[in-house]
Structure formats: structure tokens, C-alpha cells
């Protein structure tokens, strides 16, 4: 059974930075592409990053380009995103998810939650 | 703004059918396979629909999806109330190596 954990979220501080990670099971973990979507409370599904299997290609939004990493550790089956230069429009509850496989996001997490406040 | 566009909400009644759109252009859509979410309140998204047209294991055939061009269109018959939700289209562009939502549909089962 594919399971994808979440953990790292918690309240930070305008400018702040923080790292998520999310650890994974059930499947090859460096055989697939991973991804983070957030979203933000009462709104819909925005994609962050993605990275392949090797790690050798991230992709970013425009949103959080320069200020997001994605990478992985494929050998702890663990994803990580590093956030900086935090602000308000980051809060949101931020999904590990395995893919892009043919487009789609076939597995998701439960999601941890990043509120951005002094 | 979402990538993708979708009705904000649609409505019907319990064991009707409905249809809900997702609009694109060639560089998304067009050109790229169709993902298609369910998000129950309060839970992570959950893949609905994928290449176009395909249900993963478990997913119901009252589920289908179709692509015609640029826009996407997600089916859901003989409607429950349990089918109360959010639904959102996806895609990946593969040229320029990003993803993209539309911006979600309500759906409510009266």
C-alpha cells in the first residue's frame, strides 16, 4: 500500500524559512517523479515543484521559484522541500503527491500545514 | 488564476447526472493528458480520473472523463450524496515542465 507522510509544518514568521519532508512506502521510491501542490485555505490546487526520480531535474512554479528546493534522500525514501523568504500568500497546506506519471498524481498525502503570521 | 478553467460549482439531484468542464489551451490541455481529483472535505485530493479517460482500481464506473480539444469534461452518474465534493482537473505540461489545476467545482447533490 502506497503511503506518503507529511511532517514539517508549523506556524513561521514572515521572511522565515522551513523545511518539509515527506516519507514514503509501498512503492520504488526512486522510480517515480514526486511533487508538492499546496493549497491555500479556501482555495484550490496550486502545483509547487516536482523532481525526478534521480533528483536530477526540479521543476518550480513561478510562485516560488528562487525561493523553494525540492530534492529527495532516495536512499531514506524521503522527499523534502526547503522554504524561504516566507510570506503570507505561502500559508497553505502543502501535499506531498507521487508523479507527474503520464500527467497525472496518483498518490497523495494527508498534508501538512504552513501558516505564514507574525 | 487557475491554469485551467472549471465552473465554480454545479448541482443535482440525487441519482442525476452531471457534467463538469475543465477549459485549457493547446499548450496544456491540448497537448497533454487530463487528470481528474475528488477532494471530500476536510481530506487530501484523491486521483479520479487519468489519461484522458481511465479510472484507477476502485473508482466506480459512474466516473468517466473525456478530452475534446482543449477542454475536458468530467461525467459523474447516478449521483450520491456522497459524492458532495470538490472536483478538480489537472495536467502536466510536458514541454515546459509544469503542472497546473483548474480552479476547482463545487459539487452539491440537492
Known amino acids: 500500500e502506497v503511503q506518503l507522510l507529511e511532517s514539517g509544518g508549523g506556524l513561521v514568521q514572515p521572511g522565515g524559512s522551513l523545511r518539509l519532508s515527506c516519507a514514503a512506502s509501498?512503492?520504488?521510491?526512486?522510480?517515480?517523479?514526486m511533487s508538492w501542490v499546496r493549497q491555500a485555505p479556501g482555495r484550490g490546487l496550486e502545483w509547487v515543484s516536482s523532481?525526478?526520480?534521480?533528483?536530477?531535474?526540479?521543476y518550480y512554479a513561478d510562485s516560488v521559484k528562487g525561493r523553494f528546493t525540492i530534492s529527495r534522500d532516495n536512499s531514506k525514501n524521503t522527499l523534502f522541500l526547503h522554504m524561504y523568504s516566507l510570506s503570507a500568500e505561502d500559508t497553505a497546506m502543502y501535499y506531498c503527491?507521487?508523479?507527474?506519471?503520464?500527467?497525472?498524481?496518483?498518490?497523495w498525502g494527508q498534508g501538512t500545514l504552513v501558516p505564514v503570521s507574525s | 488564476q487557475s491554469v485551467l478553467t472549471q465552473p465554480p460549482s454545479v448541482s443535482a439531484a440525487p441519482g442525476q447526472k452531471v457534467t463538469i468542464s475543465c477549459s485549457g489551451s493547446?499548450?496544456?490541455?491540448?497537448?497533454?493528458?487530463v487528470s481528474w481529483y475528488q477532494q471530500l472535505p476536510g481530506t487530501a485530493p484523491k486521483l479520479l480520473i487519468h489519461?484522458?479517460?481511465k479510472r484507477p482500481s476502485g473508482i466506480p464506473d459512474r466516473f468517466s472523463g473525456s478530452k475534446s480539444g482543449t477542454t475536458a469534461t468530467l461525467g459523474i452518474t447516478g449521483l450520491q450524496t456522497g459524492d458532495e465534493a470538490d472536483y478538480y482537473c489537472?495536467?502536466?505540461?510536458?514541454?515546459?515542465?509544469?503542472?497546473?489545476f483548474g480552479g476547482g467545482t463545487k459539487l452539491t447533490v440537492l
Open positions: 503527491a507521487k508523479g507527474p506519471e503520464r500527467g497525472r498524481f496518483d498518490y
Open positions: 509501498g512503492f520504488t521510491f526512486s522510480t517515480y517523479a
Open positions: 523532481i525526478s526520480g534521480s533528483g536530477g531535474s526540479p
Open positions: 493547446t499548450s496544456n490541455i491540448g497537448n497533454n493528458y
Open positions: 489519461d484522458n479517460n
Open positions: 489537472g495536467t502536466w505540461d510536458s514541454s515546459l515542465k509544469v503542472g497546473g
